[in-house]
Nanobody
Framework: QLQLVESGGGLVQPGGSLRLSCAGSGYTLASYAIGWFRQAPGKEREGVSCIGSFGDITNYVDSVKGRFTISRDNAKTTVYLQMDSLKPEDTAVYYC??????????????????WGQGTQVTVSS
């Protein structure tokens, strides 16, 4: 099965930036729509952003619009989430997920088939 690995998490100050990466193991990500989700302690999993296989369809949750940017490289081997102007409320474990439907781009967690292990993002002074 497809395996996903997130990286790039860490501790940053409010207003700082961080770039998360999502890479596939065993299979290329080119044929999958990719979503980023996050889960803070005691809260439900929240859809943050997603990108279609073709790279021309993207969606963002309102709370990150203008601050986060999702993209994928030209070879579609890696999907990125550039996070700028980070706020303490962005603190969470961030997961990437893959949807086998390349045309899809949804912020619903139940639309995705494969999940990574997560990477911790902590925004604190």
């Amino acid at each position: 099965q497809l395996q996903l690995v997130e990286s790039g998490g860490g501790l940053v100050q409010p207003g700082g930036s961080l770039r998360l990466s999502c890479a596939g193991s065993g299979y290329t990500l080119a044929s999958y729509a990719i979503g980023w989700f996050r889960q803070a302690p005691g809260k439900e999993r929240e859809g943050v952003s997603c990108i279609g296989s073709f790279g021309d369809i993207t969606n963002y949750v309102d709370s990150v619009k203008g601050r986060f940017t999702i993209s994928r490289d030209n070879a579609k081997t890696t999907v990125y989430l550039q996070m700028d102007s980070l706020k303490p409320e962005d603190t969470a474990v961030y997961y990437c997920a893959a949807d086998w439907r390349p045309y899809s781009c949804a912020l619903r967690w139940d639309a995705y088939n494969f999940w990574g292990q997560g990477t911790q993002v902590t925004v604190s002074s």
